[in-house]
């Protein structure tokens, strides 16, 4: 998408921030980082490799997974094909995982980790970001029954970035490095903390496991100027 285009689907901040900023980093795992052309690139394969098995426009896709490149890099490959994100919490017991993947009609399950990040591209040609509709289910904590899907779309994840994107002093602005301690499969994690990021084409540092002293030891090796958490 051009710069002067309204994002009508979470993929086209990728795309945006991948346009204005290619060699800027997008995000930092570690020791490992990623440009957003890098992460373009990599959503595009995913994208691809979804498209591959068959999955079509609006299909539920089930992702569990800590905080890593390699779930950004789906989550935004998801939303680039117009298929629907379902975030699955890694550390659900089996009996709340089997009820999450039920309930949201995934018709695939995605789990990260094993495969060393960029042995797997799927070549072939761009994939042109979807459409709005329908971006994600995020479940609720289940404390008064079991956990419920919460239906958000492209467009009110989007819209939520534009209200916040007016108050001032900005929370995060372009060129700032912002902490992600809290998990992508939640709605503050994903949308206020990734989704700012990518809005904003800042540098997202990415806290897989949460530990007091190496959190605060990252503020410093990688410049954090923005925490997010709550």
Not at 188 to 193: K, P, T, V
Not at 210 to 220: I, M
């Amino acid at each position: 998408m051009s710069s002067l285009e309204e994002p009508r689907n979470l993929a086209d901040l990728l795309s945006r921030a991948a346009g204005q900023h290619p060699d800027r980093p997008a995000l930092i795992a570690g020791n490992h980082s990623l440009t957003w052309s890098e992460l373009d690139l990599a959503a595009d394969s995913y994208a691809r490799g979804l498209l591959s098995r068959g999955l079509t426009f609006g299909d539920r896709v089930g992702v569990s997974a800590p905080n890593t490149i390699e779930l950004v890099a789906t989550l935004f490959g998801i939303w680039r094909a117009g298929l629907i994100a379902v975030p699955v919490n890694p550390d659900f017991t089996p009996r709340e995982r089997e009820h999450v993947i039920g309930d949201s009609g995934a018709v695939l399950v995605v789990g990260v980790g094993g495969v060393p990040f960029g042995d797997v591209p799927v070549p072939g040609e761009p994939v042109e970001n979807a459409g709005g509709g329908l971006a994600v289910l995020l479940y609720t904590s289940g404390t008064s029954g079991a956990p419920k899907g919460a239906m958000l779309t492209h467009h009110a994840l989007l819209a939520n970035h534009r209200q916040v994107e007016r108050i001032s002093p900005p929370l995060v602005q372009n060129g700032d490095v912002a902490l992600l301690p809290v998990p992508l499969f939640h709605a503050y994690g994903l949308n206020c903390g990734l989704g700012a990021v990518a809005y904003h084409g800042a540098t997202g540092v990415l806290v897989e496991h949460f530990d007091p002293v190496d959190t605060l030891g990252r503020l410093r090796r990688d410049g954090v100027t923005v925490l997010l958490g709550v």
